[in-house]
């Protein structure tokens, strides 16, 4: 049984920084790629960032490329997502998700695993 749990949302300005964090439990979160997605209300759920299983491979969507650092820590079994000059753009529920190969794909079909979401907001 793997579970994941985000945490790190929160209400920021505009222009600030925040960092999401997801836990795995169960084993195997080392052999495993890993990702983030959002969903804002009323819209599909958007790719953001993916790792692959040893962190030496990441994707980026344009829109936060530049601005947002996905990482992750093996020992700590733990997937981080740095959010630097937040946009208004980027309120949403933020999940995170664990893929089926070592390098997953951008697809939300490339995962299996979901966390519960954590709520960015970040006002104007």
């Known amino acids: 049984q793997v579970q994941l749990v985000e945490s790190g949302g929160g209400l920021v300005q505009a222009g600030g920084s925040l960092r999401l964090s997801c836990a795995a439990s169960g084993r195997s979160f080392s052999s495993y790629g890993m990702a983030w997605f959002r969903q804002a209300p009323g819209t599909e759920r958007e790719f953001v960032a993916a790792i692959s299983w040893g962190g030496g491979t990441k994707t980026y969507a344009d829109s936060v490329k530049g601005r947002f650092t996905i990482s992750r820590d093996n020992v700590k079994n733990t997937l981080y997502l740095q959010m630097n000059s937040l946009k208004p753009e980027d309120t949403a529920d933020y999940f995170c998700?664990?893929?089926?190969?070592?390098?997953?794909?951008?697809?939300?079909?490339?995962?299996?695993?979901w966390g519960q979401g954590t709520q960015v907001t970040a006002s104007s």
């Open positions: 998700a664990r893929g089926t190969t070592k390098v997953p794909g951008i697809s939300d079909s490339d995962y299996v695993y």
